[in-house]
């Protein structure tokens, strides 16, 4: 958005007798006053000034609307003040760091040394419009240009949430797509069981948008949570970006792709010394450890405890409890590689039967389900009765049939209001 010079500039011109208005002026200095963070040689590289250079009023003009235009000012006056010209410069409010949404362009001094280069004025911020913001977007584009990969970026300003205010402007690759990568895993420590499963989940992540701050921490943490899973405890997870490529995948598609590597450090293989459950779990101890199949001296797997984890909870849904949660708290002995958990459950309160809906049936088979039903509204919620009522050899013949040649689901519906559980039932046809 172009901005103009204030009428308070343009009477500097009314101020000088007309006949002067075409006449050059010679000013031995050039001062700036009023915005004390651009030093005056980079004011004076922007506006294109040069002390001794004879000017007149048009030029003096021309040369602050290159300033103004800039988009780092709001109000520009000017004045003759002896041999000196004077420019009054009011900084705009507007002004905001950079962010490198997409880009693989590394931000930091280099880049800011060569915009700075490019663009005197800029130190680290640009306006939220202006020449400023459009040069350093061409020259981004440019620079991307250097490395083969052609673009179109785009300036967005970032609004954030917590505080309702811009805290950035955010350049981003527009056209075409840029996507992560292969990564490539060195991990010469690992399982072949934990490395098969670590290249499923780089291969997942492949493809998926690239962003300069979250892709790097989404592989690291990916890569370091499956490995602590596996009872790699210690696992540390570094990720760098390498050179980007550009493919063609068709005459209009030519996505860049960002590669990655990956360096694993599993660190030792935990195992348990015990998993124990809290004083106040209802479950008991023995009950437990025949769900879980877990014993001392196994891998610390995440993967498996979480799996007893679950069972344990399923429990306690079947008593009414269904918002209740289990927790584990480890204590980790690193000196011997050993992890004892104890396991506590939060049950909540207690859930009853709410309304029972049945979906794609007839009437008739309705009301036969509606009969037989074993829990009554207001009676404790038992998740479990739902599938045993399925398979009750006591059930009328009719309904065994329809039951054998279904696809049975069913959904909860909790209302934390009334503390009751509504029971949805689709029967379809098997294929």
Known sequence: MRRSLPLAAALCVLLIPRVLAAQSFTPKTIEFHGAPTFPDADLLAAAQLHPGQPLTMDQVRTHAQLLLDTGLFDDIHYNFAGPALVFTLTPSTQVFPMRLVNLPIAPGPDLDAKLHALFPLYHGKVPADGTLLSGIRAALEQMLAAQGLQTTVKVVPFTDPKVQAITSMDFSIYIPDVLIGAIQLDAPQITPQ???????????????????????????????????????????????PQPAVQTTLDQLRRPIHIPFSASIVPGPLYRLSSIQLAPGVTVPQADFDRLSGLHPGDPADLTRIQQALDALTRQYHDTGHVRAQSTLAPAIDRAHSTVAYTVNVDPGPVYTMGRLAIENVSGNLRGMILATWKMAPGSVFDESAIMDYFSDRKLPSDLKRTFATATIRYILHIDDATKTVGVEIILQKKQ
Do not use: M, W
């Open 194 to 240: 934990a490395a098969t499963a670590l290249r499923d989940i780089a291969s997942k992540l492949t493809g998926q948008p690239y962003d300069r701050e979250g892709s790097r921490d989404l592989i690291q943490t990916s890569l370091q949570v499956d490995c602590r899973n596996r009872g790699f405890l210690d696992c540390a997870v570094h990720a760098a």
